[in-house]
């Protein structure tokens, strides 16, 4: 096998072609519509960048989950972000689309044009590296992510402890998905009578149980009896995950299944969970945007490196912030809301002028739909 | 960011504990903490914000490769069986009588 194999294969028009043929099939013995929960912003990108919507038969939805680390960042601690950026002699990093998302201070853009000294960074790694070179400067990390930068970010803190670094801060904002499947399924049967539909089963994010494992989403078919199947990225993942669901309906099982075989194991990396375990622990509450507090949804150090922690050695306000009243990225971010929905979605709000953090990331929704629009 | 991508391992520093890995043409260094004890050169990873999260099974991905043939091979055959059928049911196949 060849490395463009990983690649070409997954992505094969016609493989994906003659899934949806199967998909149809199934779908056609099916009693009831299902409604399919892609938990992650990655999945949502690849069903629009790929057109997968309009290849599913009637029967079948997606509805867009909350796993978009940029997206559910809330206002505060995007303002946590800033103050820090605009503090002396500092230099903060932050991955992905973090640096456009805007606090009620304004961005770490906004930021950056007034002086600060932002950084985008690729890895982890990266903020190492700028620490060494800049030793006289305090260098703050701002790390978002959900299981599958936890580690990293774990690593980055096992080599700055090793090489005695001084001037490394984290700002901790390491946030988990089983935690809040449970809180949508919750929330959601409370108020069932409201919503037009439900979720009947979940896509799960394919690199979360690289690291995590697929046993993290086993009480949701034991408990909450909604199936799941933990895919790949590629769009052949995605409909072959999709048909599996079906299948399960049809054939009147529940289970976690992975699709994502070839690099998911029910165990996932012990080494990676290892670390995670040696330096974060549990939160009581985390606040997600649009979702509100979720009980042991999120990580924070341990007290032994508090002298690491940006958000004890600053001292940073703790009131929370509401959201611009047109944005309903809350209930966009619940699968209540498609983003088409939204008064302002394409004119008031825009990737390049974006009112809420869906706008923002390109795994948000309303930027996916915001692209790949024209293909609805 | 959330996308990992797969790559091939080209060389080792077990001390840095890093590898140079191959992405479609493209050399880079990227952190293996996290598989260290177990990748060789040559594997498959898949890389994550800079470091290798895992090692990607080869026999799965053939596994699953196969299976989109075999797939592939039934939809083609349906397609056949269909255009058959429609030929068989069109009497003169132009036109009619
Ligand atoms: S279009 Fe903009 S304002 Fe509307 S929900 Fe999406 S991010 Fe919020």
Redesign the pocket.
Known sequence: MELRDLYVRFRDPKTIKALAKEIELEASKLANPINIMEVCGGHTHTIMKYGLLQLLPKNIFFIHGPGCPVCIMPKERIDHAYILAMQENVILCTLGDMIRVPGSKGSLQDARSKGADVRFVYSPLDVLKIAKENREKTVIFFAIGFETTTPMTAALLESAIAQKMTNLLLHINHVTVPEVMRELIDSRDEHIDSYNNQIDAFLGPSHVSVIAGSKIYEEFPAKYNRPVVVAGFEPVDVMEGVLMLVKQFNEGRCEVEVQYKRSVTREGNRKAQELIEKYFEKRDLFKWRGLGNIPKSAWKLKDAYSDYDAERVYDLPKEEIE??K????G??LRGM?K?TE?????T???PAK???????SSE????AY?KYGNLL | MCLSIPSQVISIDKEKCTAIVDTLGVKREVGIDFIADEVKVGDFVLIHIGYAMNIIDEEYAKESIKLYQEIIEKMEEDERQRMIEESDNCPGGAGGA
């Open positions: 959201d611009h047109l944005c309903i990225c209930d966009i809301a983003p939204c008064q302002v979605f394409g008031a709000c825009t974006p009112l809420g953090s869906c706008m923002v948000g929704a309303c930027a915001y």
